[in-house]
């Protein structure tokens, strides 16, 4: 006679090992990357900060680029999410005071440029950072979005270009460091874009 339970209780826990898993190397690179910079990041010393074999991280992520880009998206997510405020002007102050609290930080700052720099001397790296760069456009253009809907901004407005002038300075100032990234001027400058996209001569 069978002994088999006609009702088995679903087994979870190797899922969630797995989950707890994954997240513990997204958490593991982002902290290395922020310590000791992409070009001292290993997969070895990834595996060993989070606690789990090398294969495992590579059966989830084939390369460094993928990982690394990977751990900075799930962090950037976390600490920059999307706003909805009910105004493109309240949500771009949002945005940007959130996003401008990076030059408040010298370490995410430093992780920040070196992934930019990386990304002009690796072809293999700049298609993950790009990747990653898109998804955050693609959130602000969301927010330019629900503006057209809301009529906020003229029906003829150019999303691309004016993605470009909420990141320009960011990435300028991040760069070049001729002015502070100061999280008390978003106000100021959401506002200035939006004198910019609803101007009429």
Do not use: C
Not at 5 to 28: F, I, K, W, Y
Not at 35 to 55: D, F, P, Q
Not at 73 to 100: C, M, N, Q, S, W
Not at 193 to 201: A, E, F, S, W
């Amino acid at each position: 006679m069978s002994t088999t339970p006609q009702n088995p209780s679903p087994r979870t826990g190797g899922r969630l090992r797995n989950e707890d898993a994954h997240h513990s190397v997204l958490e593991a690179t982002a902290a290395l990357l922020v310590e000791n910079g992409y070009g001292a990041l290993t997969i070895e010393g990834v595996a060993k900060r989070a606690n789990v074999a090398k294969s495992t991280v590579y059966r989830w992520w084939k390369s460094k680029p993928a990982l690394v880009m990977d751990a900075y998206a799930h962090e950037t997510a976390t600490r920059v999410p999307e706003p909805d405020t009910g105004t493109l002007e309240g949500d771009l102050t949002a945005f940007l005071t959130d996003l401008y609290r990076i030059g408040h930080d010298p370490v995410r700052a430093k992780a920040l440029t070196g992934l930019m720099a990386e990304a002009q001397l690796d072809p293999a790296f700049a298609e993950a950072f790009r990747a990653w760069a898109r998804t955050r456009r693609e959130l602000v253009a969301g927010l330019l979005t629900r503006a057209l809907a809301r009529q906020e901004i003229p029906p003829t407005t150019d999303l691309t270009h004016a993605t470009d002038l909420v990141f320009g300075p960011f990435w300028y100032r991040l760069l070049v460091e001729h002015a502070p990234l100061d999280p008390t001027q978003a106000q100021a400058h959401a506002a200035t874009v939006l004198h910019g996209l609803t101007h009429r001569p």
